[in-house]
């Protein structure tokens, strides 16, 4: 299906704060404390974009390689991930981390009353400082990928995993606000991954009713635009997505058509055809999920106009509208 969104300009040739805001609510009668509750929200003010964008090969998703936290030159350095994804086991074998607790907070009660969400924040703010660790291949069903990357970023530094964060708390306020319970892959707590096997199994183990991927993109300059991933129908080792491929597709349809609303931002004019739909078997957090799952890439990185979209804080705020009103929709039938 199509969408219809703002005119973009034709791509170039292809080379393939947080300052936490704390607010306390306390109620006193004579002579006696009741009570307090602290509510923390994010604003992430972000940095801009530059004019100047350098191509990448890199893709958000996992997978992808790119810049650290505040290195554009380091990112335009980077080699795509498919320099060391040579389909090769991992010389050893590692035990990462615990699986994080749910990051959820009581669900109201609402329409989602009784459904869980899991959000799945791409990459992870301290996986730059983790490459041993992050660069280590985990079986992803079909064959062995790195266990995670450190994403993408703008030019002038804004990070993937600055940005997907941001948007994951947004949604998640969101969702509750529905009465659904909402559980995290991973809420910067963490000081690397979780990896892309490991994310997946925290949806699977949830059992959860949808779980949506936040990712923002690393293509070339003048590559404008969101698309969504959805699986591709694999039974190979461990993966088979044979009975998740139908109610993703209904999930990515109508957080595509939401997206598109409530952003304003246009379907990819460099992936999907026009749809904004993208469908992939290289992904080991969709081949390896046993429960409705899709990847978002909210705009490139490295285009400066795009970048000036998911440096916004408003903008950022209508993204997570418009991925919670299309979770929202599928949820409800």
């Given at each position: 299906?199509?969408?219809?969104?703002?005119?973009?300009?034709?791509?170039?040739?292809?080379?393939?704060?947080?300052?936490?805001?704390?607010?306390?609510?306390?109620?006193?009668?004579?002579?006696?404390?009741?009570?307090?509750?602290?509510?923390?929200?994010?604003?992430?003010?972000?940095?801009?974009?530059?004019?100047?964008?350098?191509?990448?090969?890199?893709?958000?998703?996992?997978?992808?390689?790119?810049?650290?936290?505040?290195?554009?030159?380091?990112?335009?350095?980077?080699?795509?991930?498919?320099?060391?994804?040579?389909?090769?086991?991992?010389?050893?074998?590692?035990?990462?981390?615990?699986?994080?607790?749910?990051?959820?907070?009581?669900?109201?009660?609402?329409?989602?009353?009784?459904?869980?969400?899991?959000?799945?924040?791409?990459?992870?703010?301290?996986?730059?400082?983790?490459?041993?660790?992050?660069?280590?291949?985990?079986?992803?069903?079909?064959?062995?990928?790195?266990?995670?990357?450190?994403?993408?970023?703008?030019n002038a530094g804004y990070t993937e995993a600055r940005f997907?964060?941001?948007?994951?708390?947004?949604?998640?306020?969101?969702?509750?606000?529905?009465?659904?319970?909402?559980?995290?892959?991973?809420?910067?707590?963490?000081?690397?991954?979780?990896?892309?096997?490991?994310?997946?199994?925290?949806?699977?183990?949830?059992?959860?009713?949808?779980?949506?991927?936040?990712?923002?993109?690393?293509?070339?300059?003048?590559?404008?635009?969101?698309?969504?991933?959805?699986?591709?129908?694999?039974?190979?080792?461990?993966?088979?997505?044979?009975?998740?491929?139908?109610?993703?597709?209904?999930?990515?349809?109508?957080?595509?058509?939401?997206?598109?609303?409530?952003?304003?931002?246009?379907?990819?004019?460099?992936?999907?055809?026009?749809?904004?739909?993208?469908?992939?078997?290289?992904?080991?957090?969709?081949?390896?999920?046993?429960?409705?799952?899709?990847?978002?890439?909210?705009?490139?990185?490295?285009?400066?106009?795009?970048?000036?979209?998911?440096?916004?804080?408003?903008?950022?705020?209508?993204?997570?509208?418009?991925?919670?009103?299309?979770?929202?929709?599928?949820?409800?039938?």
């Amino acid at each position: 299906m199509s969408y219809v969104g703002p005119d973009f300009d034709p791509p170039g040739p292809r080379r393939s704060r947080r300052g936490p805001v704390t607010v306390a609510v306390a109620a006193l009668v004579p002579g006696a404390l009741v009570g307090w509750l602290v509510w923390q929200a994010v604003g992430d003010s972000g940095g801009g974009g530059s004019t100047s964008a350098t191509s990448t090969t890199s893709s958000g998703a996992p997978g992808a390689s790119s810049a650290a936290p505040g290195s554009a030159s380091a990112a335009a350095r980077t080699p795509s991930a498919s320099g060391t994804d040579d389909g090769k086991p991992p010389s050893s074998t590692f035990s990462g981390p615990a699986t994080p607790a749910a990051s959820d907070l009581p669900a109201a009660a609402g329409p989602l009353k009784g459904k869980v969400v899991v959000i799945d924040p791409g990459h992870n703010p301290g996986n730059f400082q983790h490459s041993a660790d992050i660069n280590r291949k985990v079986n992803i069903g079909t064959n062995w990928k790195e266990c995670d990357t450190t994403g993408t970023s703008t030019n002038a530094g804004y990070t993937e995993a600055r940005f997907t964060l941001d948007v994951a708390r947004r949604l998640r306020t969101l969702l509750q606000q529905e009465g659904a319970t909402v559980k995290f892959t991973q809420d910067g707590d963490r000081s690397w991954g979780p990896c892309v096997d490991e994310r997946a199994r925290i949806g699977n183990d949830a059992h959860a009713d949808a779980v949506v991927s936040i990712h923002a993109d690393g293509s070339a300059a003048g590559n404008r635009g969101f698309h969504v991933i959805l699986p591709a129908s694999i039974h190979s080792g461990g993966a088979d997505t044979r009975a998740i491929v139908a109610p993703s597709r209904d999930l990515g349809e109508r957080i595509a058509g939401n997206f598109v609303r409530d952003t304003g931002s246009a379907p990819s004019n460099y992936i999907g055809g026009g749809t904004g739909l993208d469908v992939r078997s290289d992904l080991g957090g969709l081949n390896l999920s046993t429960v409705p799952k899709v990847f978002i890439e909210c705009g490139n990185m490295r285009d400066s106009k795009d970048a000036a979209l998911l440096t916004s804080g408003a903008w950022r705020q209508k993204a997570a509208r418009g991925i919670s009103e299309g979770i929202v929709s599928f949820l409800r039938g």
